[in-house]
T-cell receptor, first 113, second 114 residues
């Protein structure tokens, strides 16, 4: 049962433009959502997170939006840079406990110079 | 030190071998995790240790045996593995198992079972 879904396996954008990565979840008990970035032959690197009491969290070029009613979150990268090219995983956990974290299948982002 | 280290980076083993994967962190985290990741799939949780006690075992076959000797170290003992167990094994740690704690991942061990 895939509780976290990333329906776009890949996304290609031009350098300097906005990248929008989407994620949907089915478990309404999730209360913490995270985005991880993964380069080949490396482990996932934490990027940004949001708790269910917020609908937006911003960190530099990265912004995560949460729509609880739609069970949907998105990651916006502005402006996109070639170094952002990686696989991005959406993850969710909860309630009240981060131990059991579920990942989406990932979206491969390619930023073209 | 904000790093999770894993050894070895690569491991090739036969189905009758016994081997161990090692994970270490010095961030003072009290929760540590093992994940398995197959190609083009998301990481799948295998085990969670919280304060050196096994708190989650996601119905993993007994040929995988975790061990947490102390708060900084996590091992995964492997015995009689099958070729389908070939995957990237990721270790992670977090401050605790409570809410709103991100997990920090190591680079993984690429395991091939012949």
């Amino acid at each position: 049962d895939q509780q976290v879904k990333q329906n776009s396996p890949s996304l290609s954008v031009q350098e300097g433009r906005i990248s929008i990565l989407n994620c949907d979840y089915t478990n309404s008990m999730f209360d913490y959502f995270l985005w991880y970035k993964k380069y080949p032959a490396e482990g996932p690197t934490f990027l940004i997170s949001i708790s269910s009491i917020k609908d937006k969290n911003e960190d530099g070029r990265f912004t995560v939006f949460l729509n609880k009613s739609a069970k949907h979150l998105s990651l916006h990268i502005v402006p996109s840079q070639p170094g952002d090219s990686a696989v991005y995983f959406c993850a969710a956990s909860g309630p009240y406990n981060n131990n059991d974290m579920r990942f989406g299948a990932g979206t491969r982002l390619t930023v073209k110079p | 030190d904000t790093e999770v280290t894993q050894t070895p980076k690569h491991l090739v083993m036969g189905m009758t071998n016994k081997k161990s994967l090692k994970c270490e962190q010095h961030m003072g985290h009290r929760a540590m995790y093992w994940y398995k990741q197959k190609a083009k799939k998301p990481p799948e949780l295998m085990f969670v240790y919280s304060y050196e006690k096994l708190s989650i075992n996601e119905s993993v076959p007994s040929r995988f045996s975790p061990e947490c000797p102390n708060s900084s170290l996590l091992n995964l003992h492997l015995h009689a593995l099958q070729p389908e167990d070939s995957a990237l094994y990721l270790c992670a740690s977090s401050r605790t198992g409570g809410s709103y704690n991100e997990q920090f991942f190591g680079p993984g061990t690429r395991l091939t079972v012949l």
